[in-house]
């Protein structure tokens, strides 16, 4: 006998248990159900509120609205960057004990031009 597994409506958040993925359509929206990368037992372990957590989270992932909206936010989020950066000069500076910067060495201009 095969397990249940969790399925979920993208649209509604509707959740049900089936044991073959063509029968999970929602009974509120007739729009096919998504399984939930996550066994039976373990989404029954959880609490009423962790189920409704995880379900929530996988309804934003998927919802090409809260994609469209958060856009902007990930092409111009240079605080998202700086901080990334500066995680990965403290673990350069960890792993070798003392890291520096390279210095650009001065050069003069071969025309005689100063500045």
């Known amino acids: 006998m095969r397990?249940?597994?969790v399925h979920y409506c993208p649209e509604c958040g509707f959740y049900a248990f089936y044991q073959l993925s063509r029968n999970a359509v929602c009974p509120?929206?007739?729009?096919?159900?998504?399984?939930?990368d996550m066994?039976?037992?373990d989404f029954m372990d959880l609490d009423c509120a962790q189920r409704d957590e995880l379900l929530s989270r996988k309804?934003?992932?998927?919802s090409p609205l809260v994609a469209r909206l958060l856009k902007p936010h990930r092409e111009n989020n240079t605080r998202e960057i700086i901080a990334n950066l500066i995680a990965v000069i403290g673990r350069w500076k960890r792993s070798s004990g003392?890291?520096?910067p390279r210095t650009r060495s001065r050069r003069?201009?071969?025309?005689?031009?100063?500045?």
Not at 28 to 36: F, G, I, S, V, Y
Not at 59 to 62: A, G, N, R, W, Y
Not at 108 to 115: A, E, F, I, Q, V
């Open 3 to 5: 397990e249940l597994a």
């Open 28 to 36: 509120r929206c007739a729009r096919k159900m998504t399984p939930l």
């Open 39 to 41: 066994r039976y037992q």
């Open 59 to 62: 309804l934003i992932e998927q």
């Open 98 to 100: 003392s890291w520096r």
């Open 108 to 115: 003069t201009r071969s025309n005689g031009c100063t500045g």
